[in-house]
């Protein structure tokens, strides 16, 4: 089955430590995002990719960063400078260089939460 | 820039009533518009999309929304709701141009039996 993989499910992390989050899409989707959703904030990007070995900052990207090296792997490594990030984080795709007239797809989802 | 506000932070319905989920949106261009929902702790999964081709847009398990210019309104709708509708469902617009998804902050919809 097509579809995209968040892993891990949970994920705790100590203060100060950095962590990654993996996101693999099997759909040969170019487009690749990362959103961050807070309660009653709905969802805010963080960073995007249109085409492999590209990136863009998305509206809320300081502490994050994030790597393209193979069309359907999008890692997102939350850095110990982010300030606050427990938070519930989603992946996405979609076909093609950019959502005219397209979808995103979205992953399951990873519940990081700071301990 | 493009928004999109979702009127309504919850909405609460009797098991077989009518939904209606209300959307605004503001763009500078021609919208995509989208209706994703959320369940409990899951990614999102896209109801329905308008992309400029009819005005009336049918998605999955009976839900509707129709495209309104004049009123930059997108308003999701079900004639009668079933228990397992309850989760929280997501207006989002992207523009031509725009290489990103703009999201509302949900409406969280309660089915009571």
Avoid at chain 2, 92 to 113: A, H, M, Y
Wanted: glycine fraction near 8%.
């Amino acid at each position: 089955d097509g579809g995209i993989t968040q892993s891990p499910k949970y994920l705790f992390r100590k203060e100060g430590q950095n962590v990654t989050l993996s996101c693999e899409q099997n759909l040969n989707h170019d487009a690749m995002y990362w959103y961050r959703q807070d309660p009653g904030q709905g969802l805010r990007l963080i960073y995007y990719s249109q085409i492999v070995n590209d990136f863009q900052k998305g509206d809320i990207a300081e502490g994050y960063s994030v790597s393209r090296e193979k069309k359907e792997s999008f890692p997102l490594t939350v850095t110990s400078a982010q300030k606050n990030p427990t938070a519930f984080y989603l992946c996405a795709s979609s076909k093609g260089q950019g959502l005219s007239g397209t979808e995103a797809f979205f992953g399951q989802g990873t519940r990081l939460t700071v301990v | 820039a493009q928004s999109v506000t979702q009127l309504d932070s919850h909405v609460s319905v009797s098991e077989g009533t009518p939904v209606l989920l209300r959307c605004n949106y503001s763009s500078s261009y021609s919208p995509s518009l989208f209706w994703y929902v959320q369940h409990p702790n899951k990614g999102l999964q896209l109801l329905l999309k308008y992309t400029s081709a009819a005005t009336l847009v049918k998605g999955i398990n009976g839900f509707e929304a129709e495209f309104k210019k004049s009123e930059t309104s997108f308003h999701l709708t079900k004639p009668s709701a079933h228990m397992s509708d309850a989760a929280e469902y997501f207006c989002v617009v992207s523009d031509p141009g725009f290489q990103k998804l703009v999201f509302g902050t949900g409406t969280r919809l309660l089915v009571s039996p």
